[in-house]
């Protein structure tokens, strides 16, 4: 008999945090996040509240935890995009198809109870949280803001009756093709003549972070014809600020300005945190800070985090700037391999970047719905 309970307890969300630890305790691909970050991320700010309404549940077997989820309302998609939709997250289960059936039931019961139309996941709360169930490519690292599931995930919920919704490709290519695709320098410097823009140069993360609120604005006019895409709010840039973007050297972000000092395009990558974050096992003690450490001064894989272009600018080659300053600096750190985050399928544009350089498509993730 499959008992699903929601939670409230610090107790009881360290152990709906510290499952996937146990369930991927053999595998060689997933990848833990930090746990006391994972439970400081789950105690929402009062701007979050306004506009999120979550709950949390535990499956338990026998009295041992073996799935989880969280049922969540985003009411800005709900009443300003007419999404009428539960997302679900931060779901986990053993290969147990009564386990997967009964924690969605929730999803499902949340949506009638709030009379929204139909479920969605896995998702986060905002669309700057991490999405998609892996659906191809089981045997890579996932990225810092990509998920790890097992093969039988996704078997589970097409019999449950979710249909894929939302589809997303990562992208995967060698420092070595990037340098023989074209010549940066010239067509960089033929762009910047052309259009009147340029590439800033920073000396520390400081200096870049006055430019990260109009960053954000041009992320939200970048993808603003998505039919998926949800604007970031304020709260959220605020968030990413403090979290991420403090953190990052300045040779992994690029800005693009015109003449005005206006950003037209950015682009902000990191080097890769995986196999950091799985020595490191969840915890920064005892060594866990000294494997985060080491992955940021010496790392041979980067990953593209956010890329962001103005509508205007998207078919004039301003991305040869973000290019050049990215072969040169991933060069000089002897980066090898670079990787992009999850894009979706839908967005032709942004995959258009990236075609020059011959990538592989390694993996691939999908949301699923089921209609109430």
């Known amino acids: 008999m499959i008992l699903v309970k929601q939670i409230h307890t610090k107790e009881e969300m360290k152990q709906f945090v510290s499952f996937p630890f146990s369930l991927y305790k053999n595998s060689k691909y997933w990848v833990p996040g930090m746990i006391k970050e994972e439970l400081k991320s789950f105690d929402l700010n009062p701007n979050i509240l306004e506009s999120i309404k979550v709950n949390y549940f535990l499956a338990y077997q026998n009295n041992k935890v073996v799935g989880r989820i969280a049922v969540i309302i985003n009411w800005t998609e709900v009443n300003d995009l007419n999404k009428r939709k539960v997302r679900f997250g931060w779901f986990d289960f053993i290969d147990d198809i009564e386990v997967s059936s009964a924690l969605l039931q929730k999803a499902e019961e949340f949506a009638k109870e709030h009379q929204l ?119 959220q840039i605020d968030h990413y600020k403090e979290k991420y973007i403090s953190f990052i050297h300045p040779d992994y972000i690029s800005i693009i300005v015109n003449q005005d000092h206006k950003i037209v395009a950015f682009a902000i990558t990191m080097p890769s945190f995986s196999k950091a974050f799985k020595k490191a096992n969840g915890s920064l003690f005892p060594f866990g800070w000294y494997h985060l450490l080491k992955a940021m001064k010496k790392n041979d894989h980067a990953e593209f985090y956010l890329i962001g272009i103005e509508p205007e600018y998207q078919s004039k080659g301003v991305t040869a700037l973000i290019f050049r300053d990215f072969y040169n600096r991933f060069t000089k750190r002897r980066i090898k391999t670079v990787e992009t985050n999850p894009l979706l399928e839908e967005n032709k544009k942004i995959q258009q970047l990236w075609k020059t350089f011959d990538p592989i498509i390694h993996k691939k993730r999908k949301t699923y719905r089921k209609d109430i």
């Open 117 to 235: 139309e139909y479920v969605e996941g896995p998702m986060g709360f905002t669309n700057m949280d991490k999405a998609g169930m892996l659906t191809h490519g089981f045997d890579y690292l996932p990225t810092m803001i990509g998920l790890y599931n097992y093969e039988y995930y996704p078997k589970h919920l097409e019999k449950l009756g979710y249909k894929p919704e939302a589809e997303w490709l990562e992208f995967s290519m060698t420092m070595e093709n990037i340098g023989k695709a074209w010549n940066m320098e010239k067509m960089a410097s033929m762009i910047e003549k052309r259009y009147q823009v340029k590439a800033l140069q920073f000396n520390s993360i400081k200096e870049v972070l006055p430019y990260v609120d109009e960053m954000f604005g041009v992320l939200n006019s970048s993808y603003s014809e998505l039919q998926s895409y949800v604007p970031i709010q304020q709260y």
